[in-house]
């Protein structure tokens, strides 16, 4: 399950214009907080993981963190400024946990379902955010041209990782629907552990709507990294 749940994979092996972007310099992932510290040890042995790059807020990040190995570089790099609902997972403000303190008021939960599309967007164009994505990039590639592997992740690994995943792949000139089947691999791992999450949604609510929006919510969906591609100059 573990692995499933960290969401790990290669960014290499996406084409170009100018060639194939070589394997072993960009991993993306979910939380790195999963794993113990022996198990994070391991993990960057053997991919040679020299840099972490984590996209959580300061909270999220205190609240779970790496158990990052003596001698790999940790960067915190914050693609959003605040809690964001739908996106950031800190304690008390994770979905599953909104849903358990208001499984009695289908209505509030409703109501409280974030715009994905419009978050994606503001993602990609909002000052704060853009500003954070860039010298995420920039560091991916400054890493890369060293031969320096860098693994960035945010919790899940779909949302805010999917975003910087889309900006350094743009960055090389990679096609975007090559980046739209990059984004979408995350359902690969992301389907069993949200049937379990609606397994207990539906356990919690007896809401078939509810459990249809928390499906979709959890999944990768391409209408979201098209939007952070369409704003993204």
């Not at 739908?86 to 715009?115: F, Q, Y």
């Not at 975003?163 to 069993?192: H, P, Q």
């Not at 007896?206 to 929006?213: A, E, F, Q, S």
Request: net charge positive; proline share 5%; aromatic share 8%.
């Amino acid at each position: 399950m573990k692995r499933l749940e960290l969401n790990l994979r290669d960014l290499g092996g996406e084409s170009f214009a100018g060639g194939v972007i070589p394997k072993g310099l960009y991993l993306r992932s979910g939380k790195l907080s999963i794993l113990t510290k022996d198990e994070c040890a391991r993990l960057c042995r053997k991919h040679r993981i020299a840099c972490v790059i984590d996209l959580r807020t300061p909270i999220e990040s205190a609240e779970y963190p790496d158990p990052i190995p003596p001698g790999v570089e940790f960067l915190q790099i914050p693609i959003l400024k605040d809690a964001t609902l739908g996106i950031t997972h800190e304690i008390g403000s994770d979905a599953m946990t909104i849903i358990r303190n208001l499984r009695k008021n289908p209505e509030k939960l409703k109501e409280m379902v974030p715009d994905f599309n419009a978050l994606y967007k503001d993602t990609v164009t909002e000052a704060y955010s853009r500003s954070q994505l860039n010298k995420a990039v920039d560091i991916l590639r400054k890493n890369a041209e060293m031969g320096k592997c860098t693994l960035f992740h945010c919790t899940a690994g779909k949302d805010r990782t999917g975003i910087v995943s889309m900006a350094l792949l743009k960055s090389y000139g990679v096609s975007d629907e090559d980046i739209v089947s990059d984004y979408l691999r995350t359902n690969r791992k992301a389907f069993w552990p949200t049937i379990k999450k609606c397994i207990g949604v539906a356990l919690l609510t007896r809401n078939w709507d509810l459990v249809k929006t928390a499906y979709t919510s959890f999944m990768a969906d391409r209408r979201l990294i098209e939007t952070a591609i369409k704003y993204f100059p």
